[in-house]
């Protein structure tokens, strides 16, 4: 099994990608969904936001306010990264388990959907391929502009803050482009499922396993067989 790493821009329709996907019965871990769940009140990175971000970002149901905690780090890097610091580990873990048990039920690949995936630039390094949703920067704004309500100044401001998809497209290895219609963008997606599919990477990485997981049984029982009586 290998990682494939996916990514796009703020309303460059990625989740259309990811259903696609998905229909296919691929096996695809969302980072921003796990985010979702580190933050609920049961977790320790909830006390420790509200504890740094006071209650005034909290719910009348006591759950964190994505939109106002969103407000406060988008103008705020040094809060951005106080937030990352405190999330990220958690995370990280979460996705570590999702991986395994993949691993385990046997896909030859996992697509990791990570948002800022090129901008954070630290896990690149663990996907086998990476992929980017892209769409042209009208598209990508008329979008973001209807989605969130937002107007042109302010959808342009958000969009801004990410790195250019223009950018993006040099760093990945397989580009969707979701400019146009829904079919259109389905049969690239098909496409690149048929040449991931065939790849055969994913035999290095269960022989590399297989590998390790008998060299430890072996340590096992050596060890078993000259230190217990």
Request: proline fraction near 3%; glycine fraction near 6%.
């Amino acid at each position: 099994m290998f990682l494939v790493g996916l990514s796009g821009g703020i309303a460059s329709g990625k989740s259309t990608v990811v259903a696609v996907f998905r229909e296919l019965g691929c096996a695809v871990i969302d980072a921003d969904v796990i985010a979702r769940q580190v933050v609920q009140p049961r977790f320790l990175a909830y006390q420790q936001i509200v504890h740094y971000f006071g209650s005034e970002i909290l719910l009348e149901n006591g759950e964190i306010n994505r939109e106002a905690l969103g407000n406060i780090i988008f103008s705020h890097p040094e809060k951005r990264q106080l937030l990352n610091s405190i999330t990220h580990p958690k995370i990280q873990k979460e996705m570590l388990k999702q991986i395994f048990k993949y691993f385990v039920l046997g896909y030859r690949y996992v697509i990791l959907d990570i948002p800022l995936l090129f901008e954070t630039n630290t896990v690149t390094r663990f996907m086998k391929h990476t992929v980017l949703v892209y769409s042209d920067p009208q598209t990508q704004l008329s979008r973001l502009m209807k989605r969130n309500g937002l107007a042109q100044t302010e959808a342009e401001a958000r969009i801004a803050s990410q790195l250019p998809l223009d950018e993006k497209c040099k760093l990945a290895d397989h580009v969707i482009d979701n400019s146009g219609d829904w079919e259109s963008t389905r049969r690239q997606v098909l496409r690149l499922h048929s040449q991931l599919e065939d790849s055969l990477d994913f035999l290095l990485v269960r022989l590399v396993a297989v590998t390790a997981v008998a060299g430890i049984g072996g340590l096992v029982c050596f060890l078993l067989r000259h230190f217990l009586p």
